[in-house]
């Protein structure tokens, strides 16, 4: 079966480039960008990709692969970072730009023979780049370029090393899949045998050779990430699995009882419920850092695990439904990747764990999990809900917990997700939620004055939650949203709408 192997060489979307890659039927594994030569020759990848990264290829500590890596006769394919060490390494130059691009560019293209085949011209491309070409190196052609970016596009076709100065692989790229097809395709000859269904095997394989007789804990949250994780450890150890839900006190109203149920009876899990919700919001009294907020519900969870094993003896593994955009948001992964926030699973975990952790979707992206949910006969309605975080309301109350702030907020919540329903545009959202922040304002209700709440409504649509865009809501959606909250929830006197897209900032708030 091909395999391409992508160089990590920092970039917060090198997993994207793997999802891509695989979502056009090509396997794709991820490997650091100072791999050994003899390993990657080992490897024996069909097509190579060098992914980008917030260095500059003069920095000090700048992330360099070797020469050879272009010496092995395969196919190359550079973005964005890729593209300059592939400039450095050829004979060419790359110098500081005189002006940033960072975000929508429009590419001209100038040639059509090779990498933008049937790409469009004048279409918009996503740029982040601090660096640029100045001077493509022998044997390179410029087949695409932008008002800034005189070498967005370079080929050496003889050789099959191709490079782009922007990010194919992330949705404002409007043909970056076709470019990505171009390579893989017309340019590489490889061809489409990777499936997802092969995944499930994969993993249920994969887990049964790990835990063998072992006893697996489950922290299921309401969501299709945790139940798939579920799922496919009951294939694997089967009565050896046994799966806890949690009532952190700051679900979305009549949730624990709905999900409760449909876990039992749909699903036939092992299941067993915990209200702990006096634990989670006493331990988040008084916190007013979204970090710690994260590390306190994570610590929380970890002990309600351990106890809940220690009933059940002599657990060894915890199963959890991480999924890659968590990991590559908490910390490094697989290259020299900035850290942007914890999540309560991953960063939020003590550094000293009783369990042995098995995360068998941390390398897929939410849509890749939804189509394994498919795969295992979880009804649509579940599959296409919106992502809730695994802290709940707690990272949705900028500044401190307190019981009456989290049913404000829930009253607010609810309230959203009914318009949106009656909208019909549930299913064209990513994610639709309120934020309840710690300012007041003035505000006029019966003749009199207000001084209460802001909270903030925040849609979005996204394919993956690497990146989003904000979703441009009729106004009078936003009318009736805003007038409902009002008026309905006692402590609201002012709404506002949240049109940052992601990045420059995340989905989420905290």
Known sequence: MNKVV???FGSQYTQLIARKIRELGVFSEILPFNVSSARLKKENPAALILSGGPQSVYGREAPRASKEIFEMGIPVLGVCYGLQLMAYHLGGKVSPSKKREYGF???EVTDRKGLLA??????????SHGDRVEE???DFIVSGKTAHCHAAVMEDRKRRIFGVQFHPEVIHTKQGKRILSNFLFSLSGLRAEWKMDSFIEQKTDEIRRHVK???????????????VTSLILQ??????????????GLLRKGEYQEFMEKFRRKFALNITGVDASVSFLEGLRGVVSPERKRKIIGKIFIRIFKQEAERIGEVEFLAQGTIYPDVIESQPVKGPSASIKSHHNVGGLPSRLPFKLVEPLKELFKDEVRTLAEELGVEREFIFQHPFPGPGLAIRIVGEIKPERVELLRKSDEILLQEIKRAGIYRKLWQAFVVLLPVKSVGVMGDRRTYQSVVVVRLVQSVDGMTADWFPADSQLLSRISNRIVNEVDGVNRVVYDITSKPPGTIEWE
């Open 6 to 8: 992508i160089l990590d």
């Open 105 to 107: 560019a429009s590419l």
């Open 118 to 127: 049937g790409v469009r011209s004048g279409n918009q491309v996503w740029m």
């Open 136 to 138: 493509i190196p022998p």
């Open 213 to 227: 007789e072992g006893k697996v804990v489950c922290g299921l949250s309401g969501g299709v990430d945790s139940l």
């Open 235 to 248: 294939k694997a150890v089967k009565r050896n699995l046994f799966c806890i839900f949690v009532d952190t």
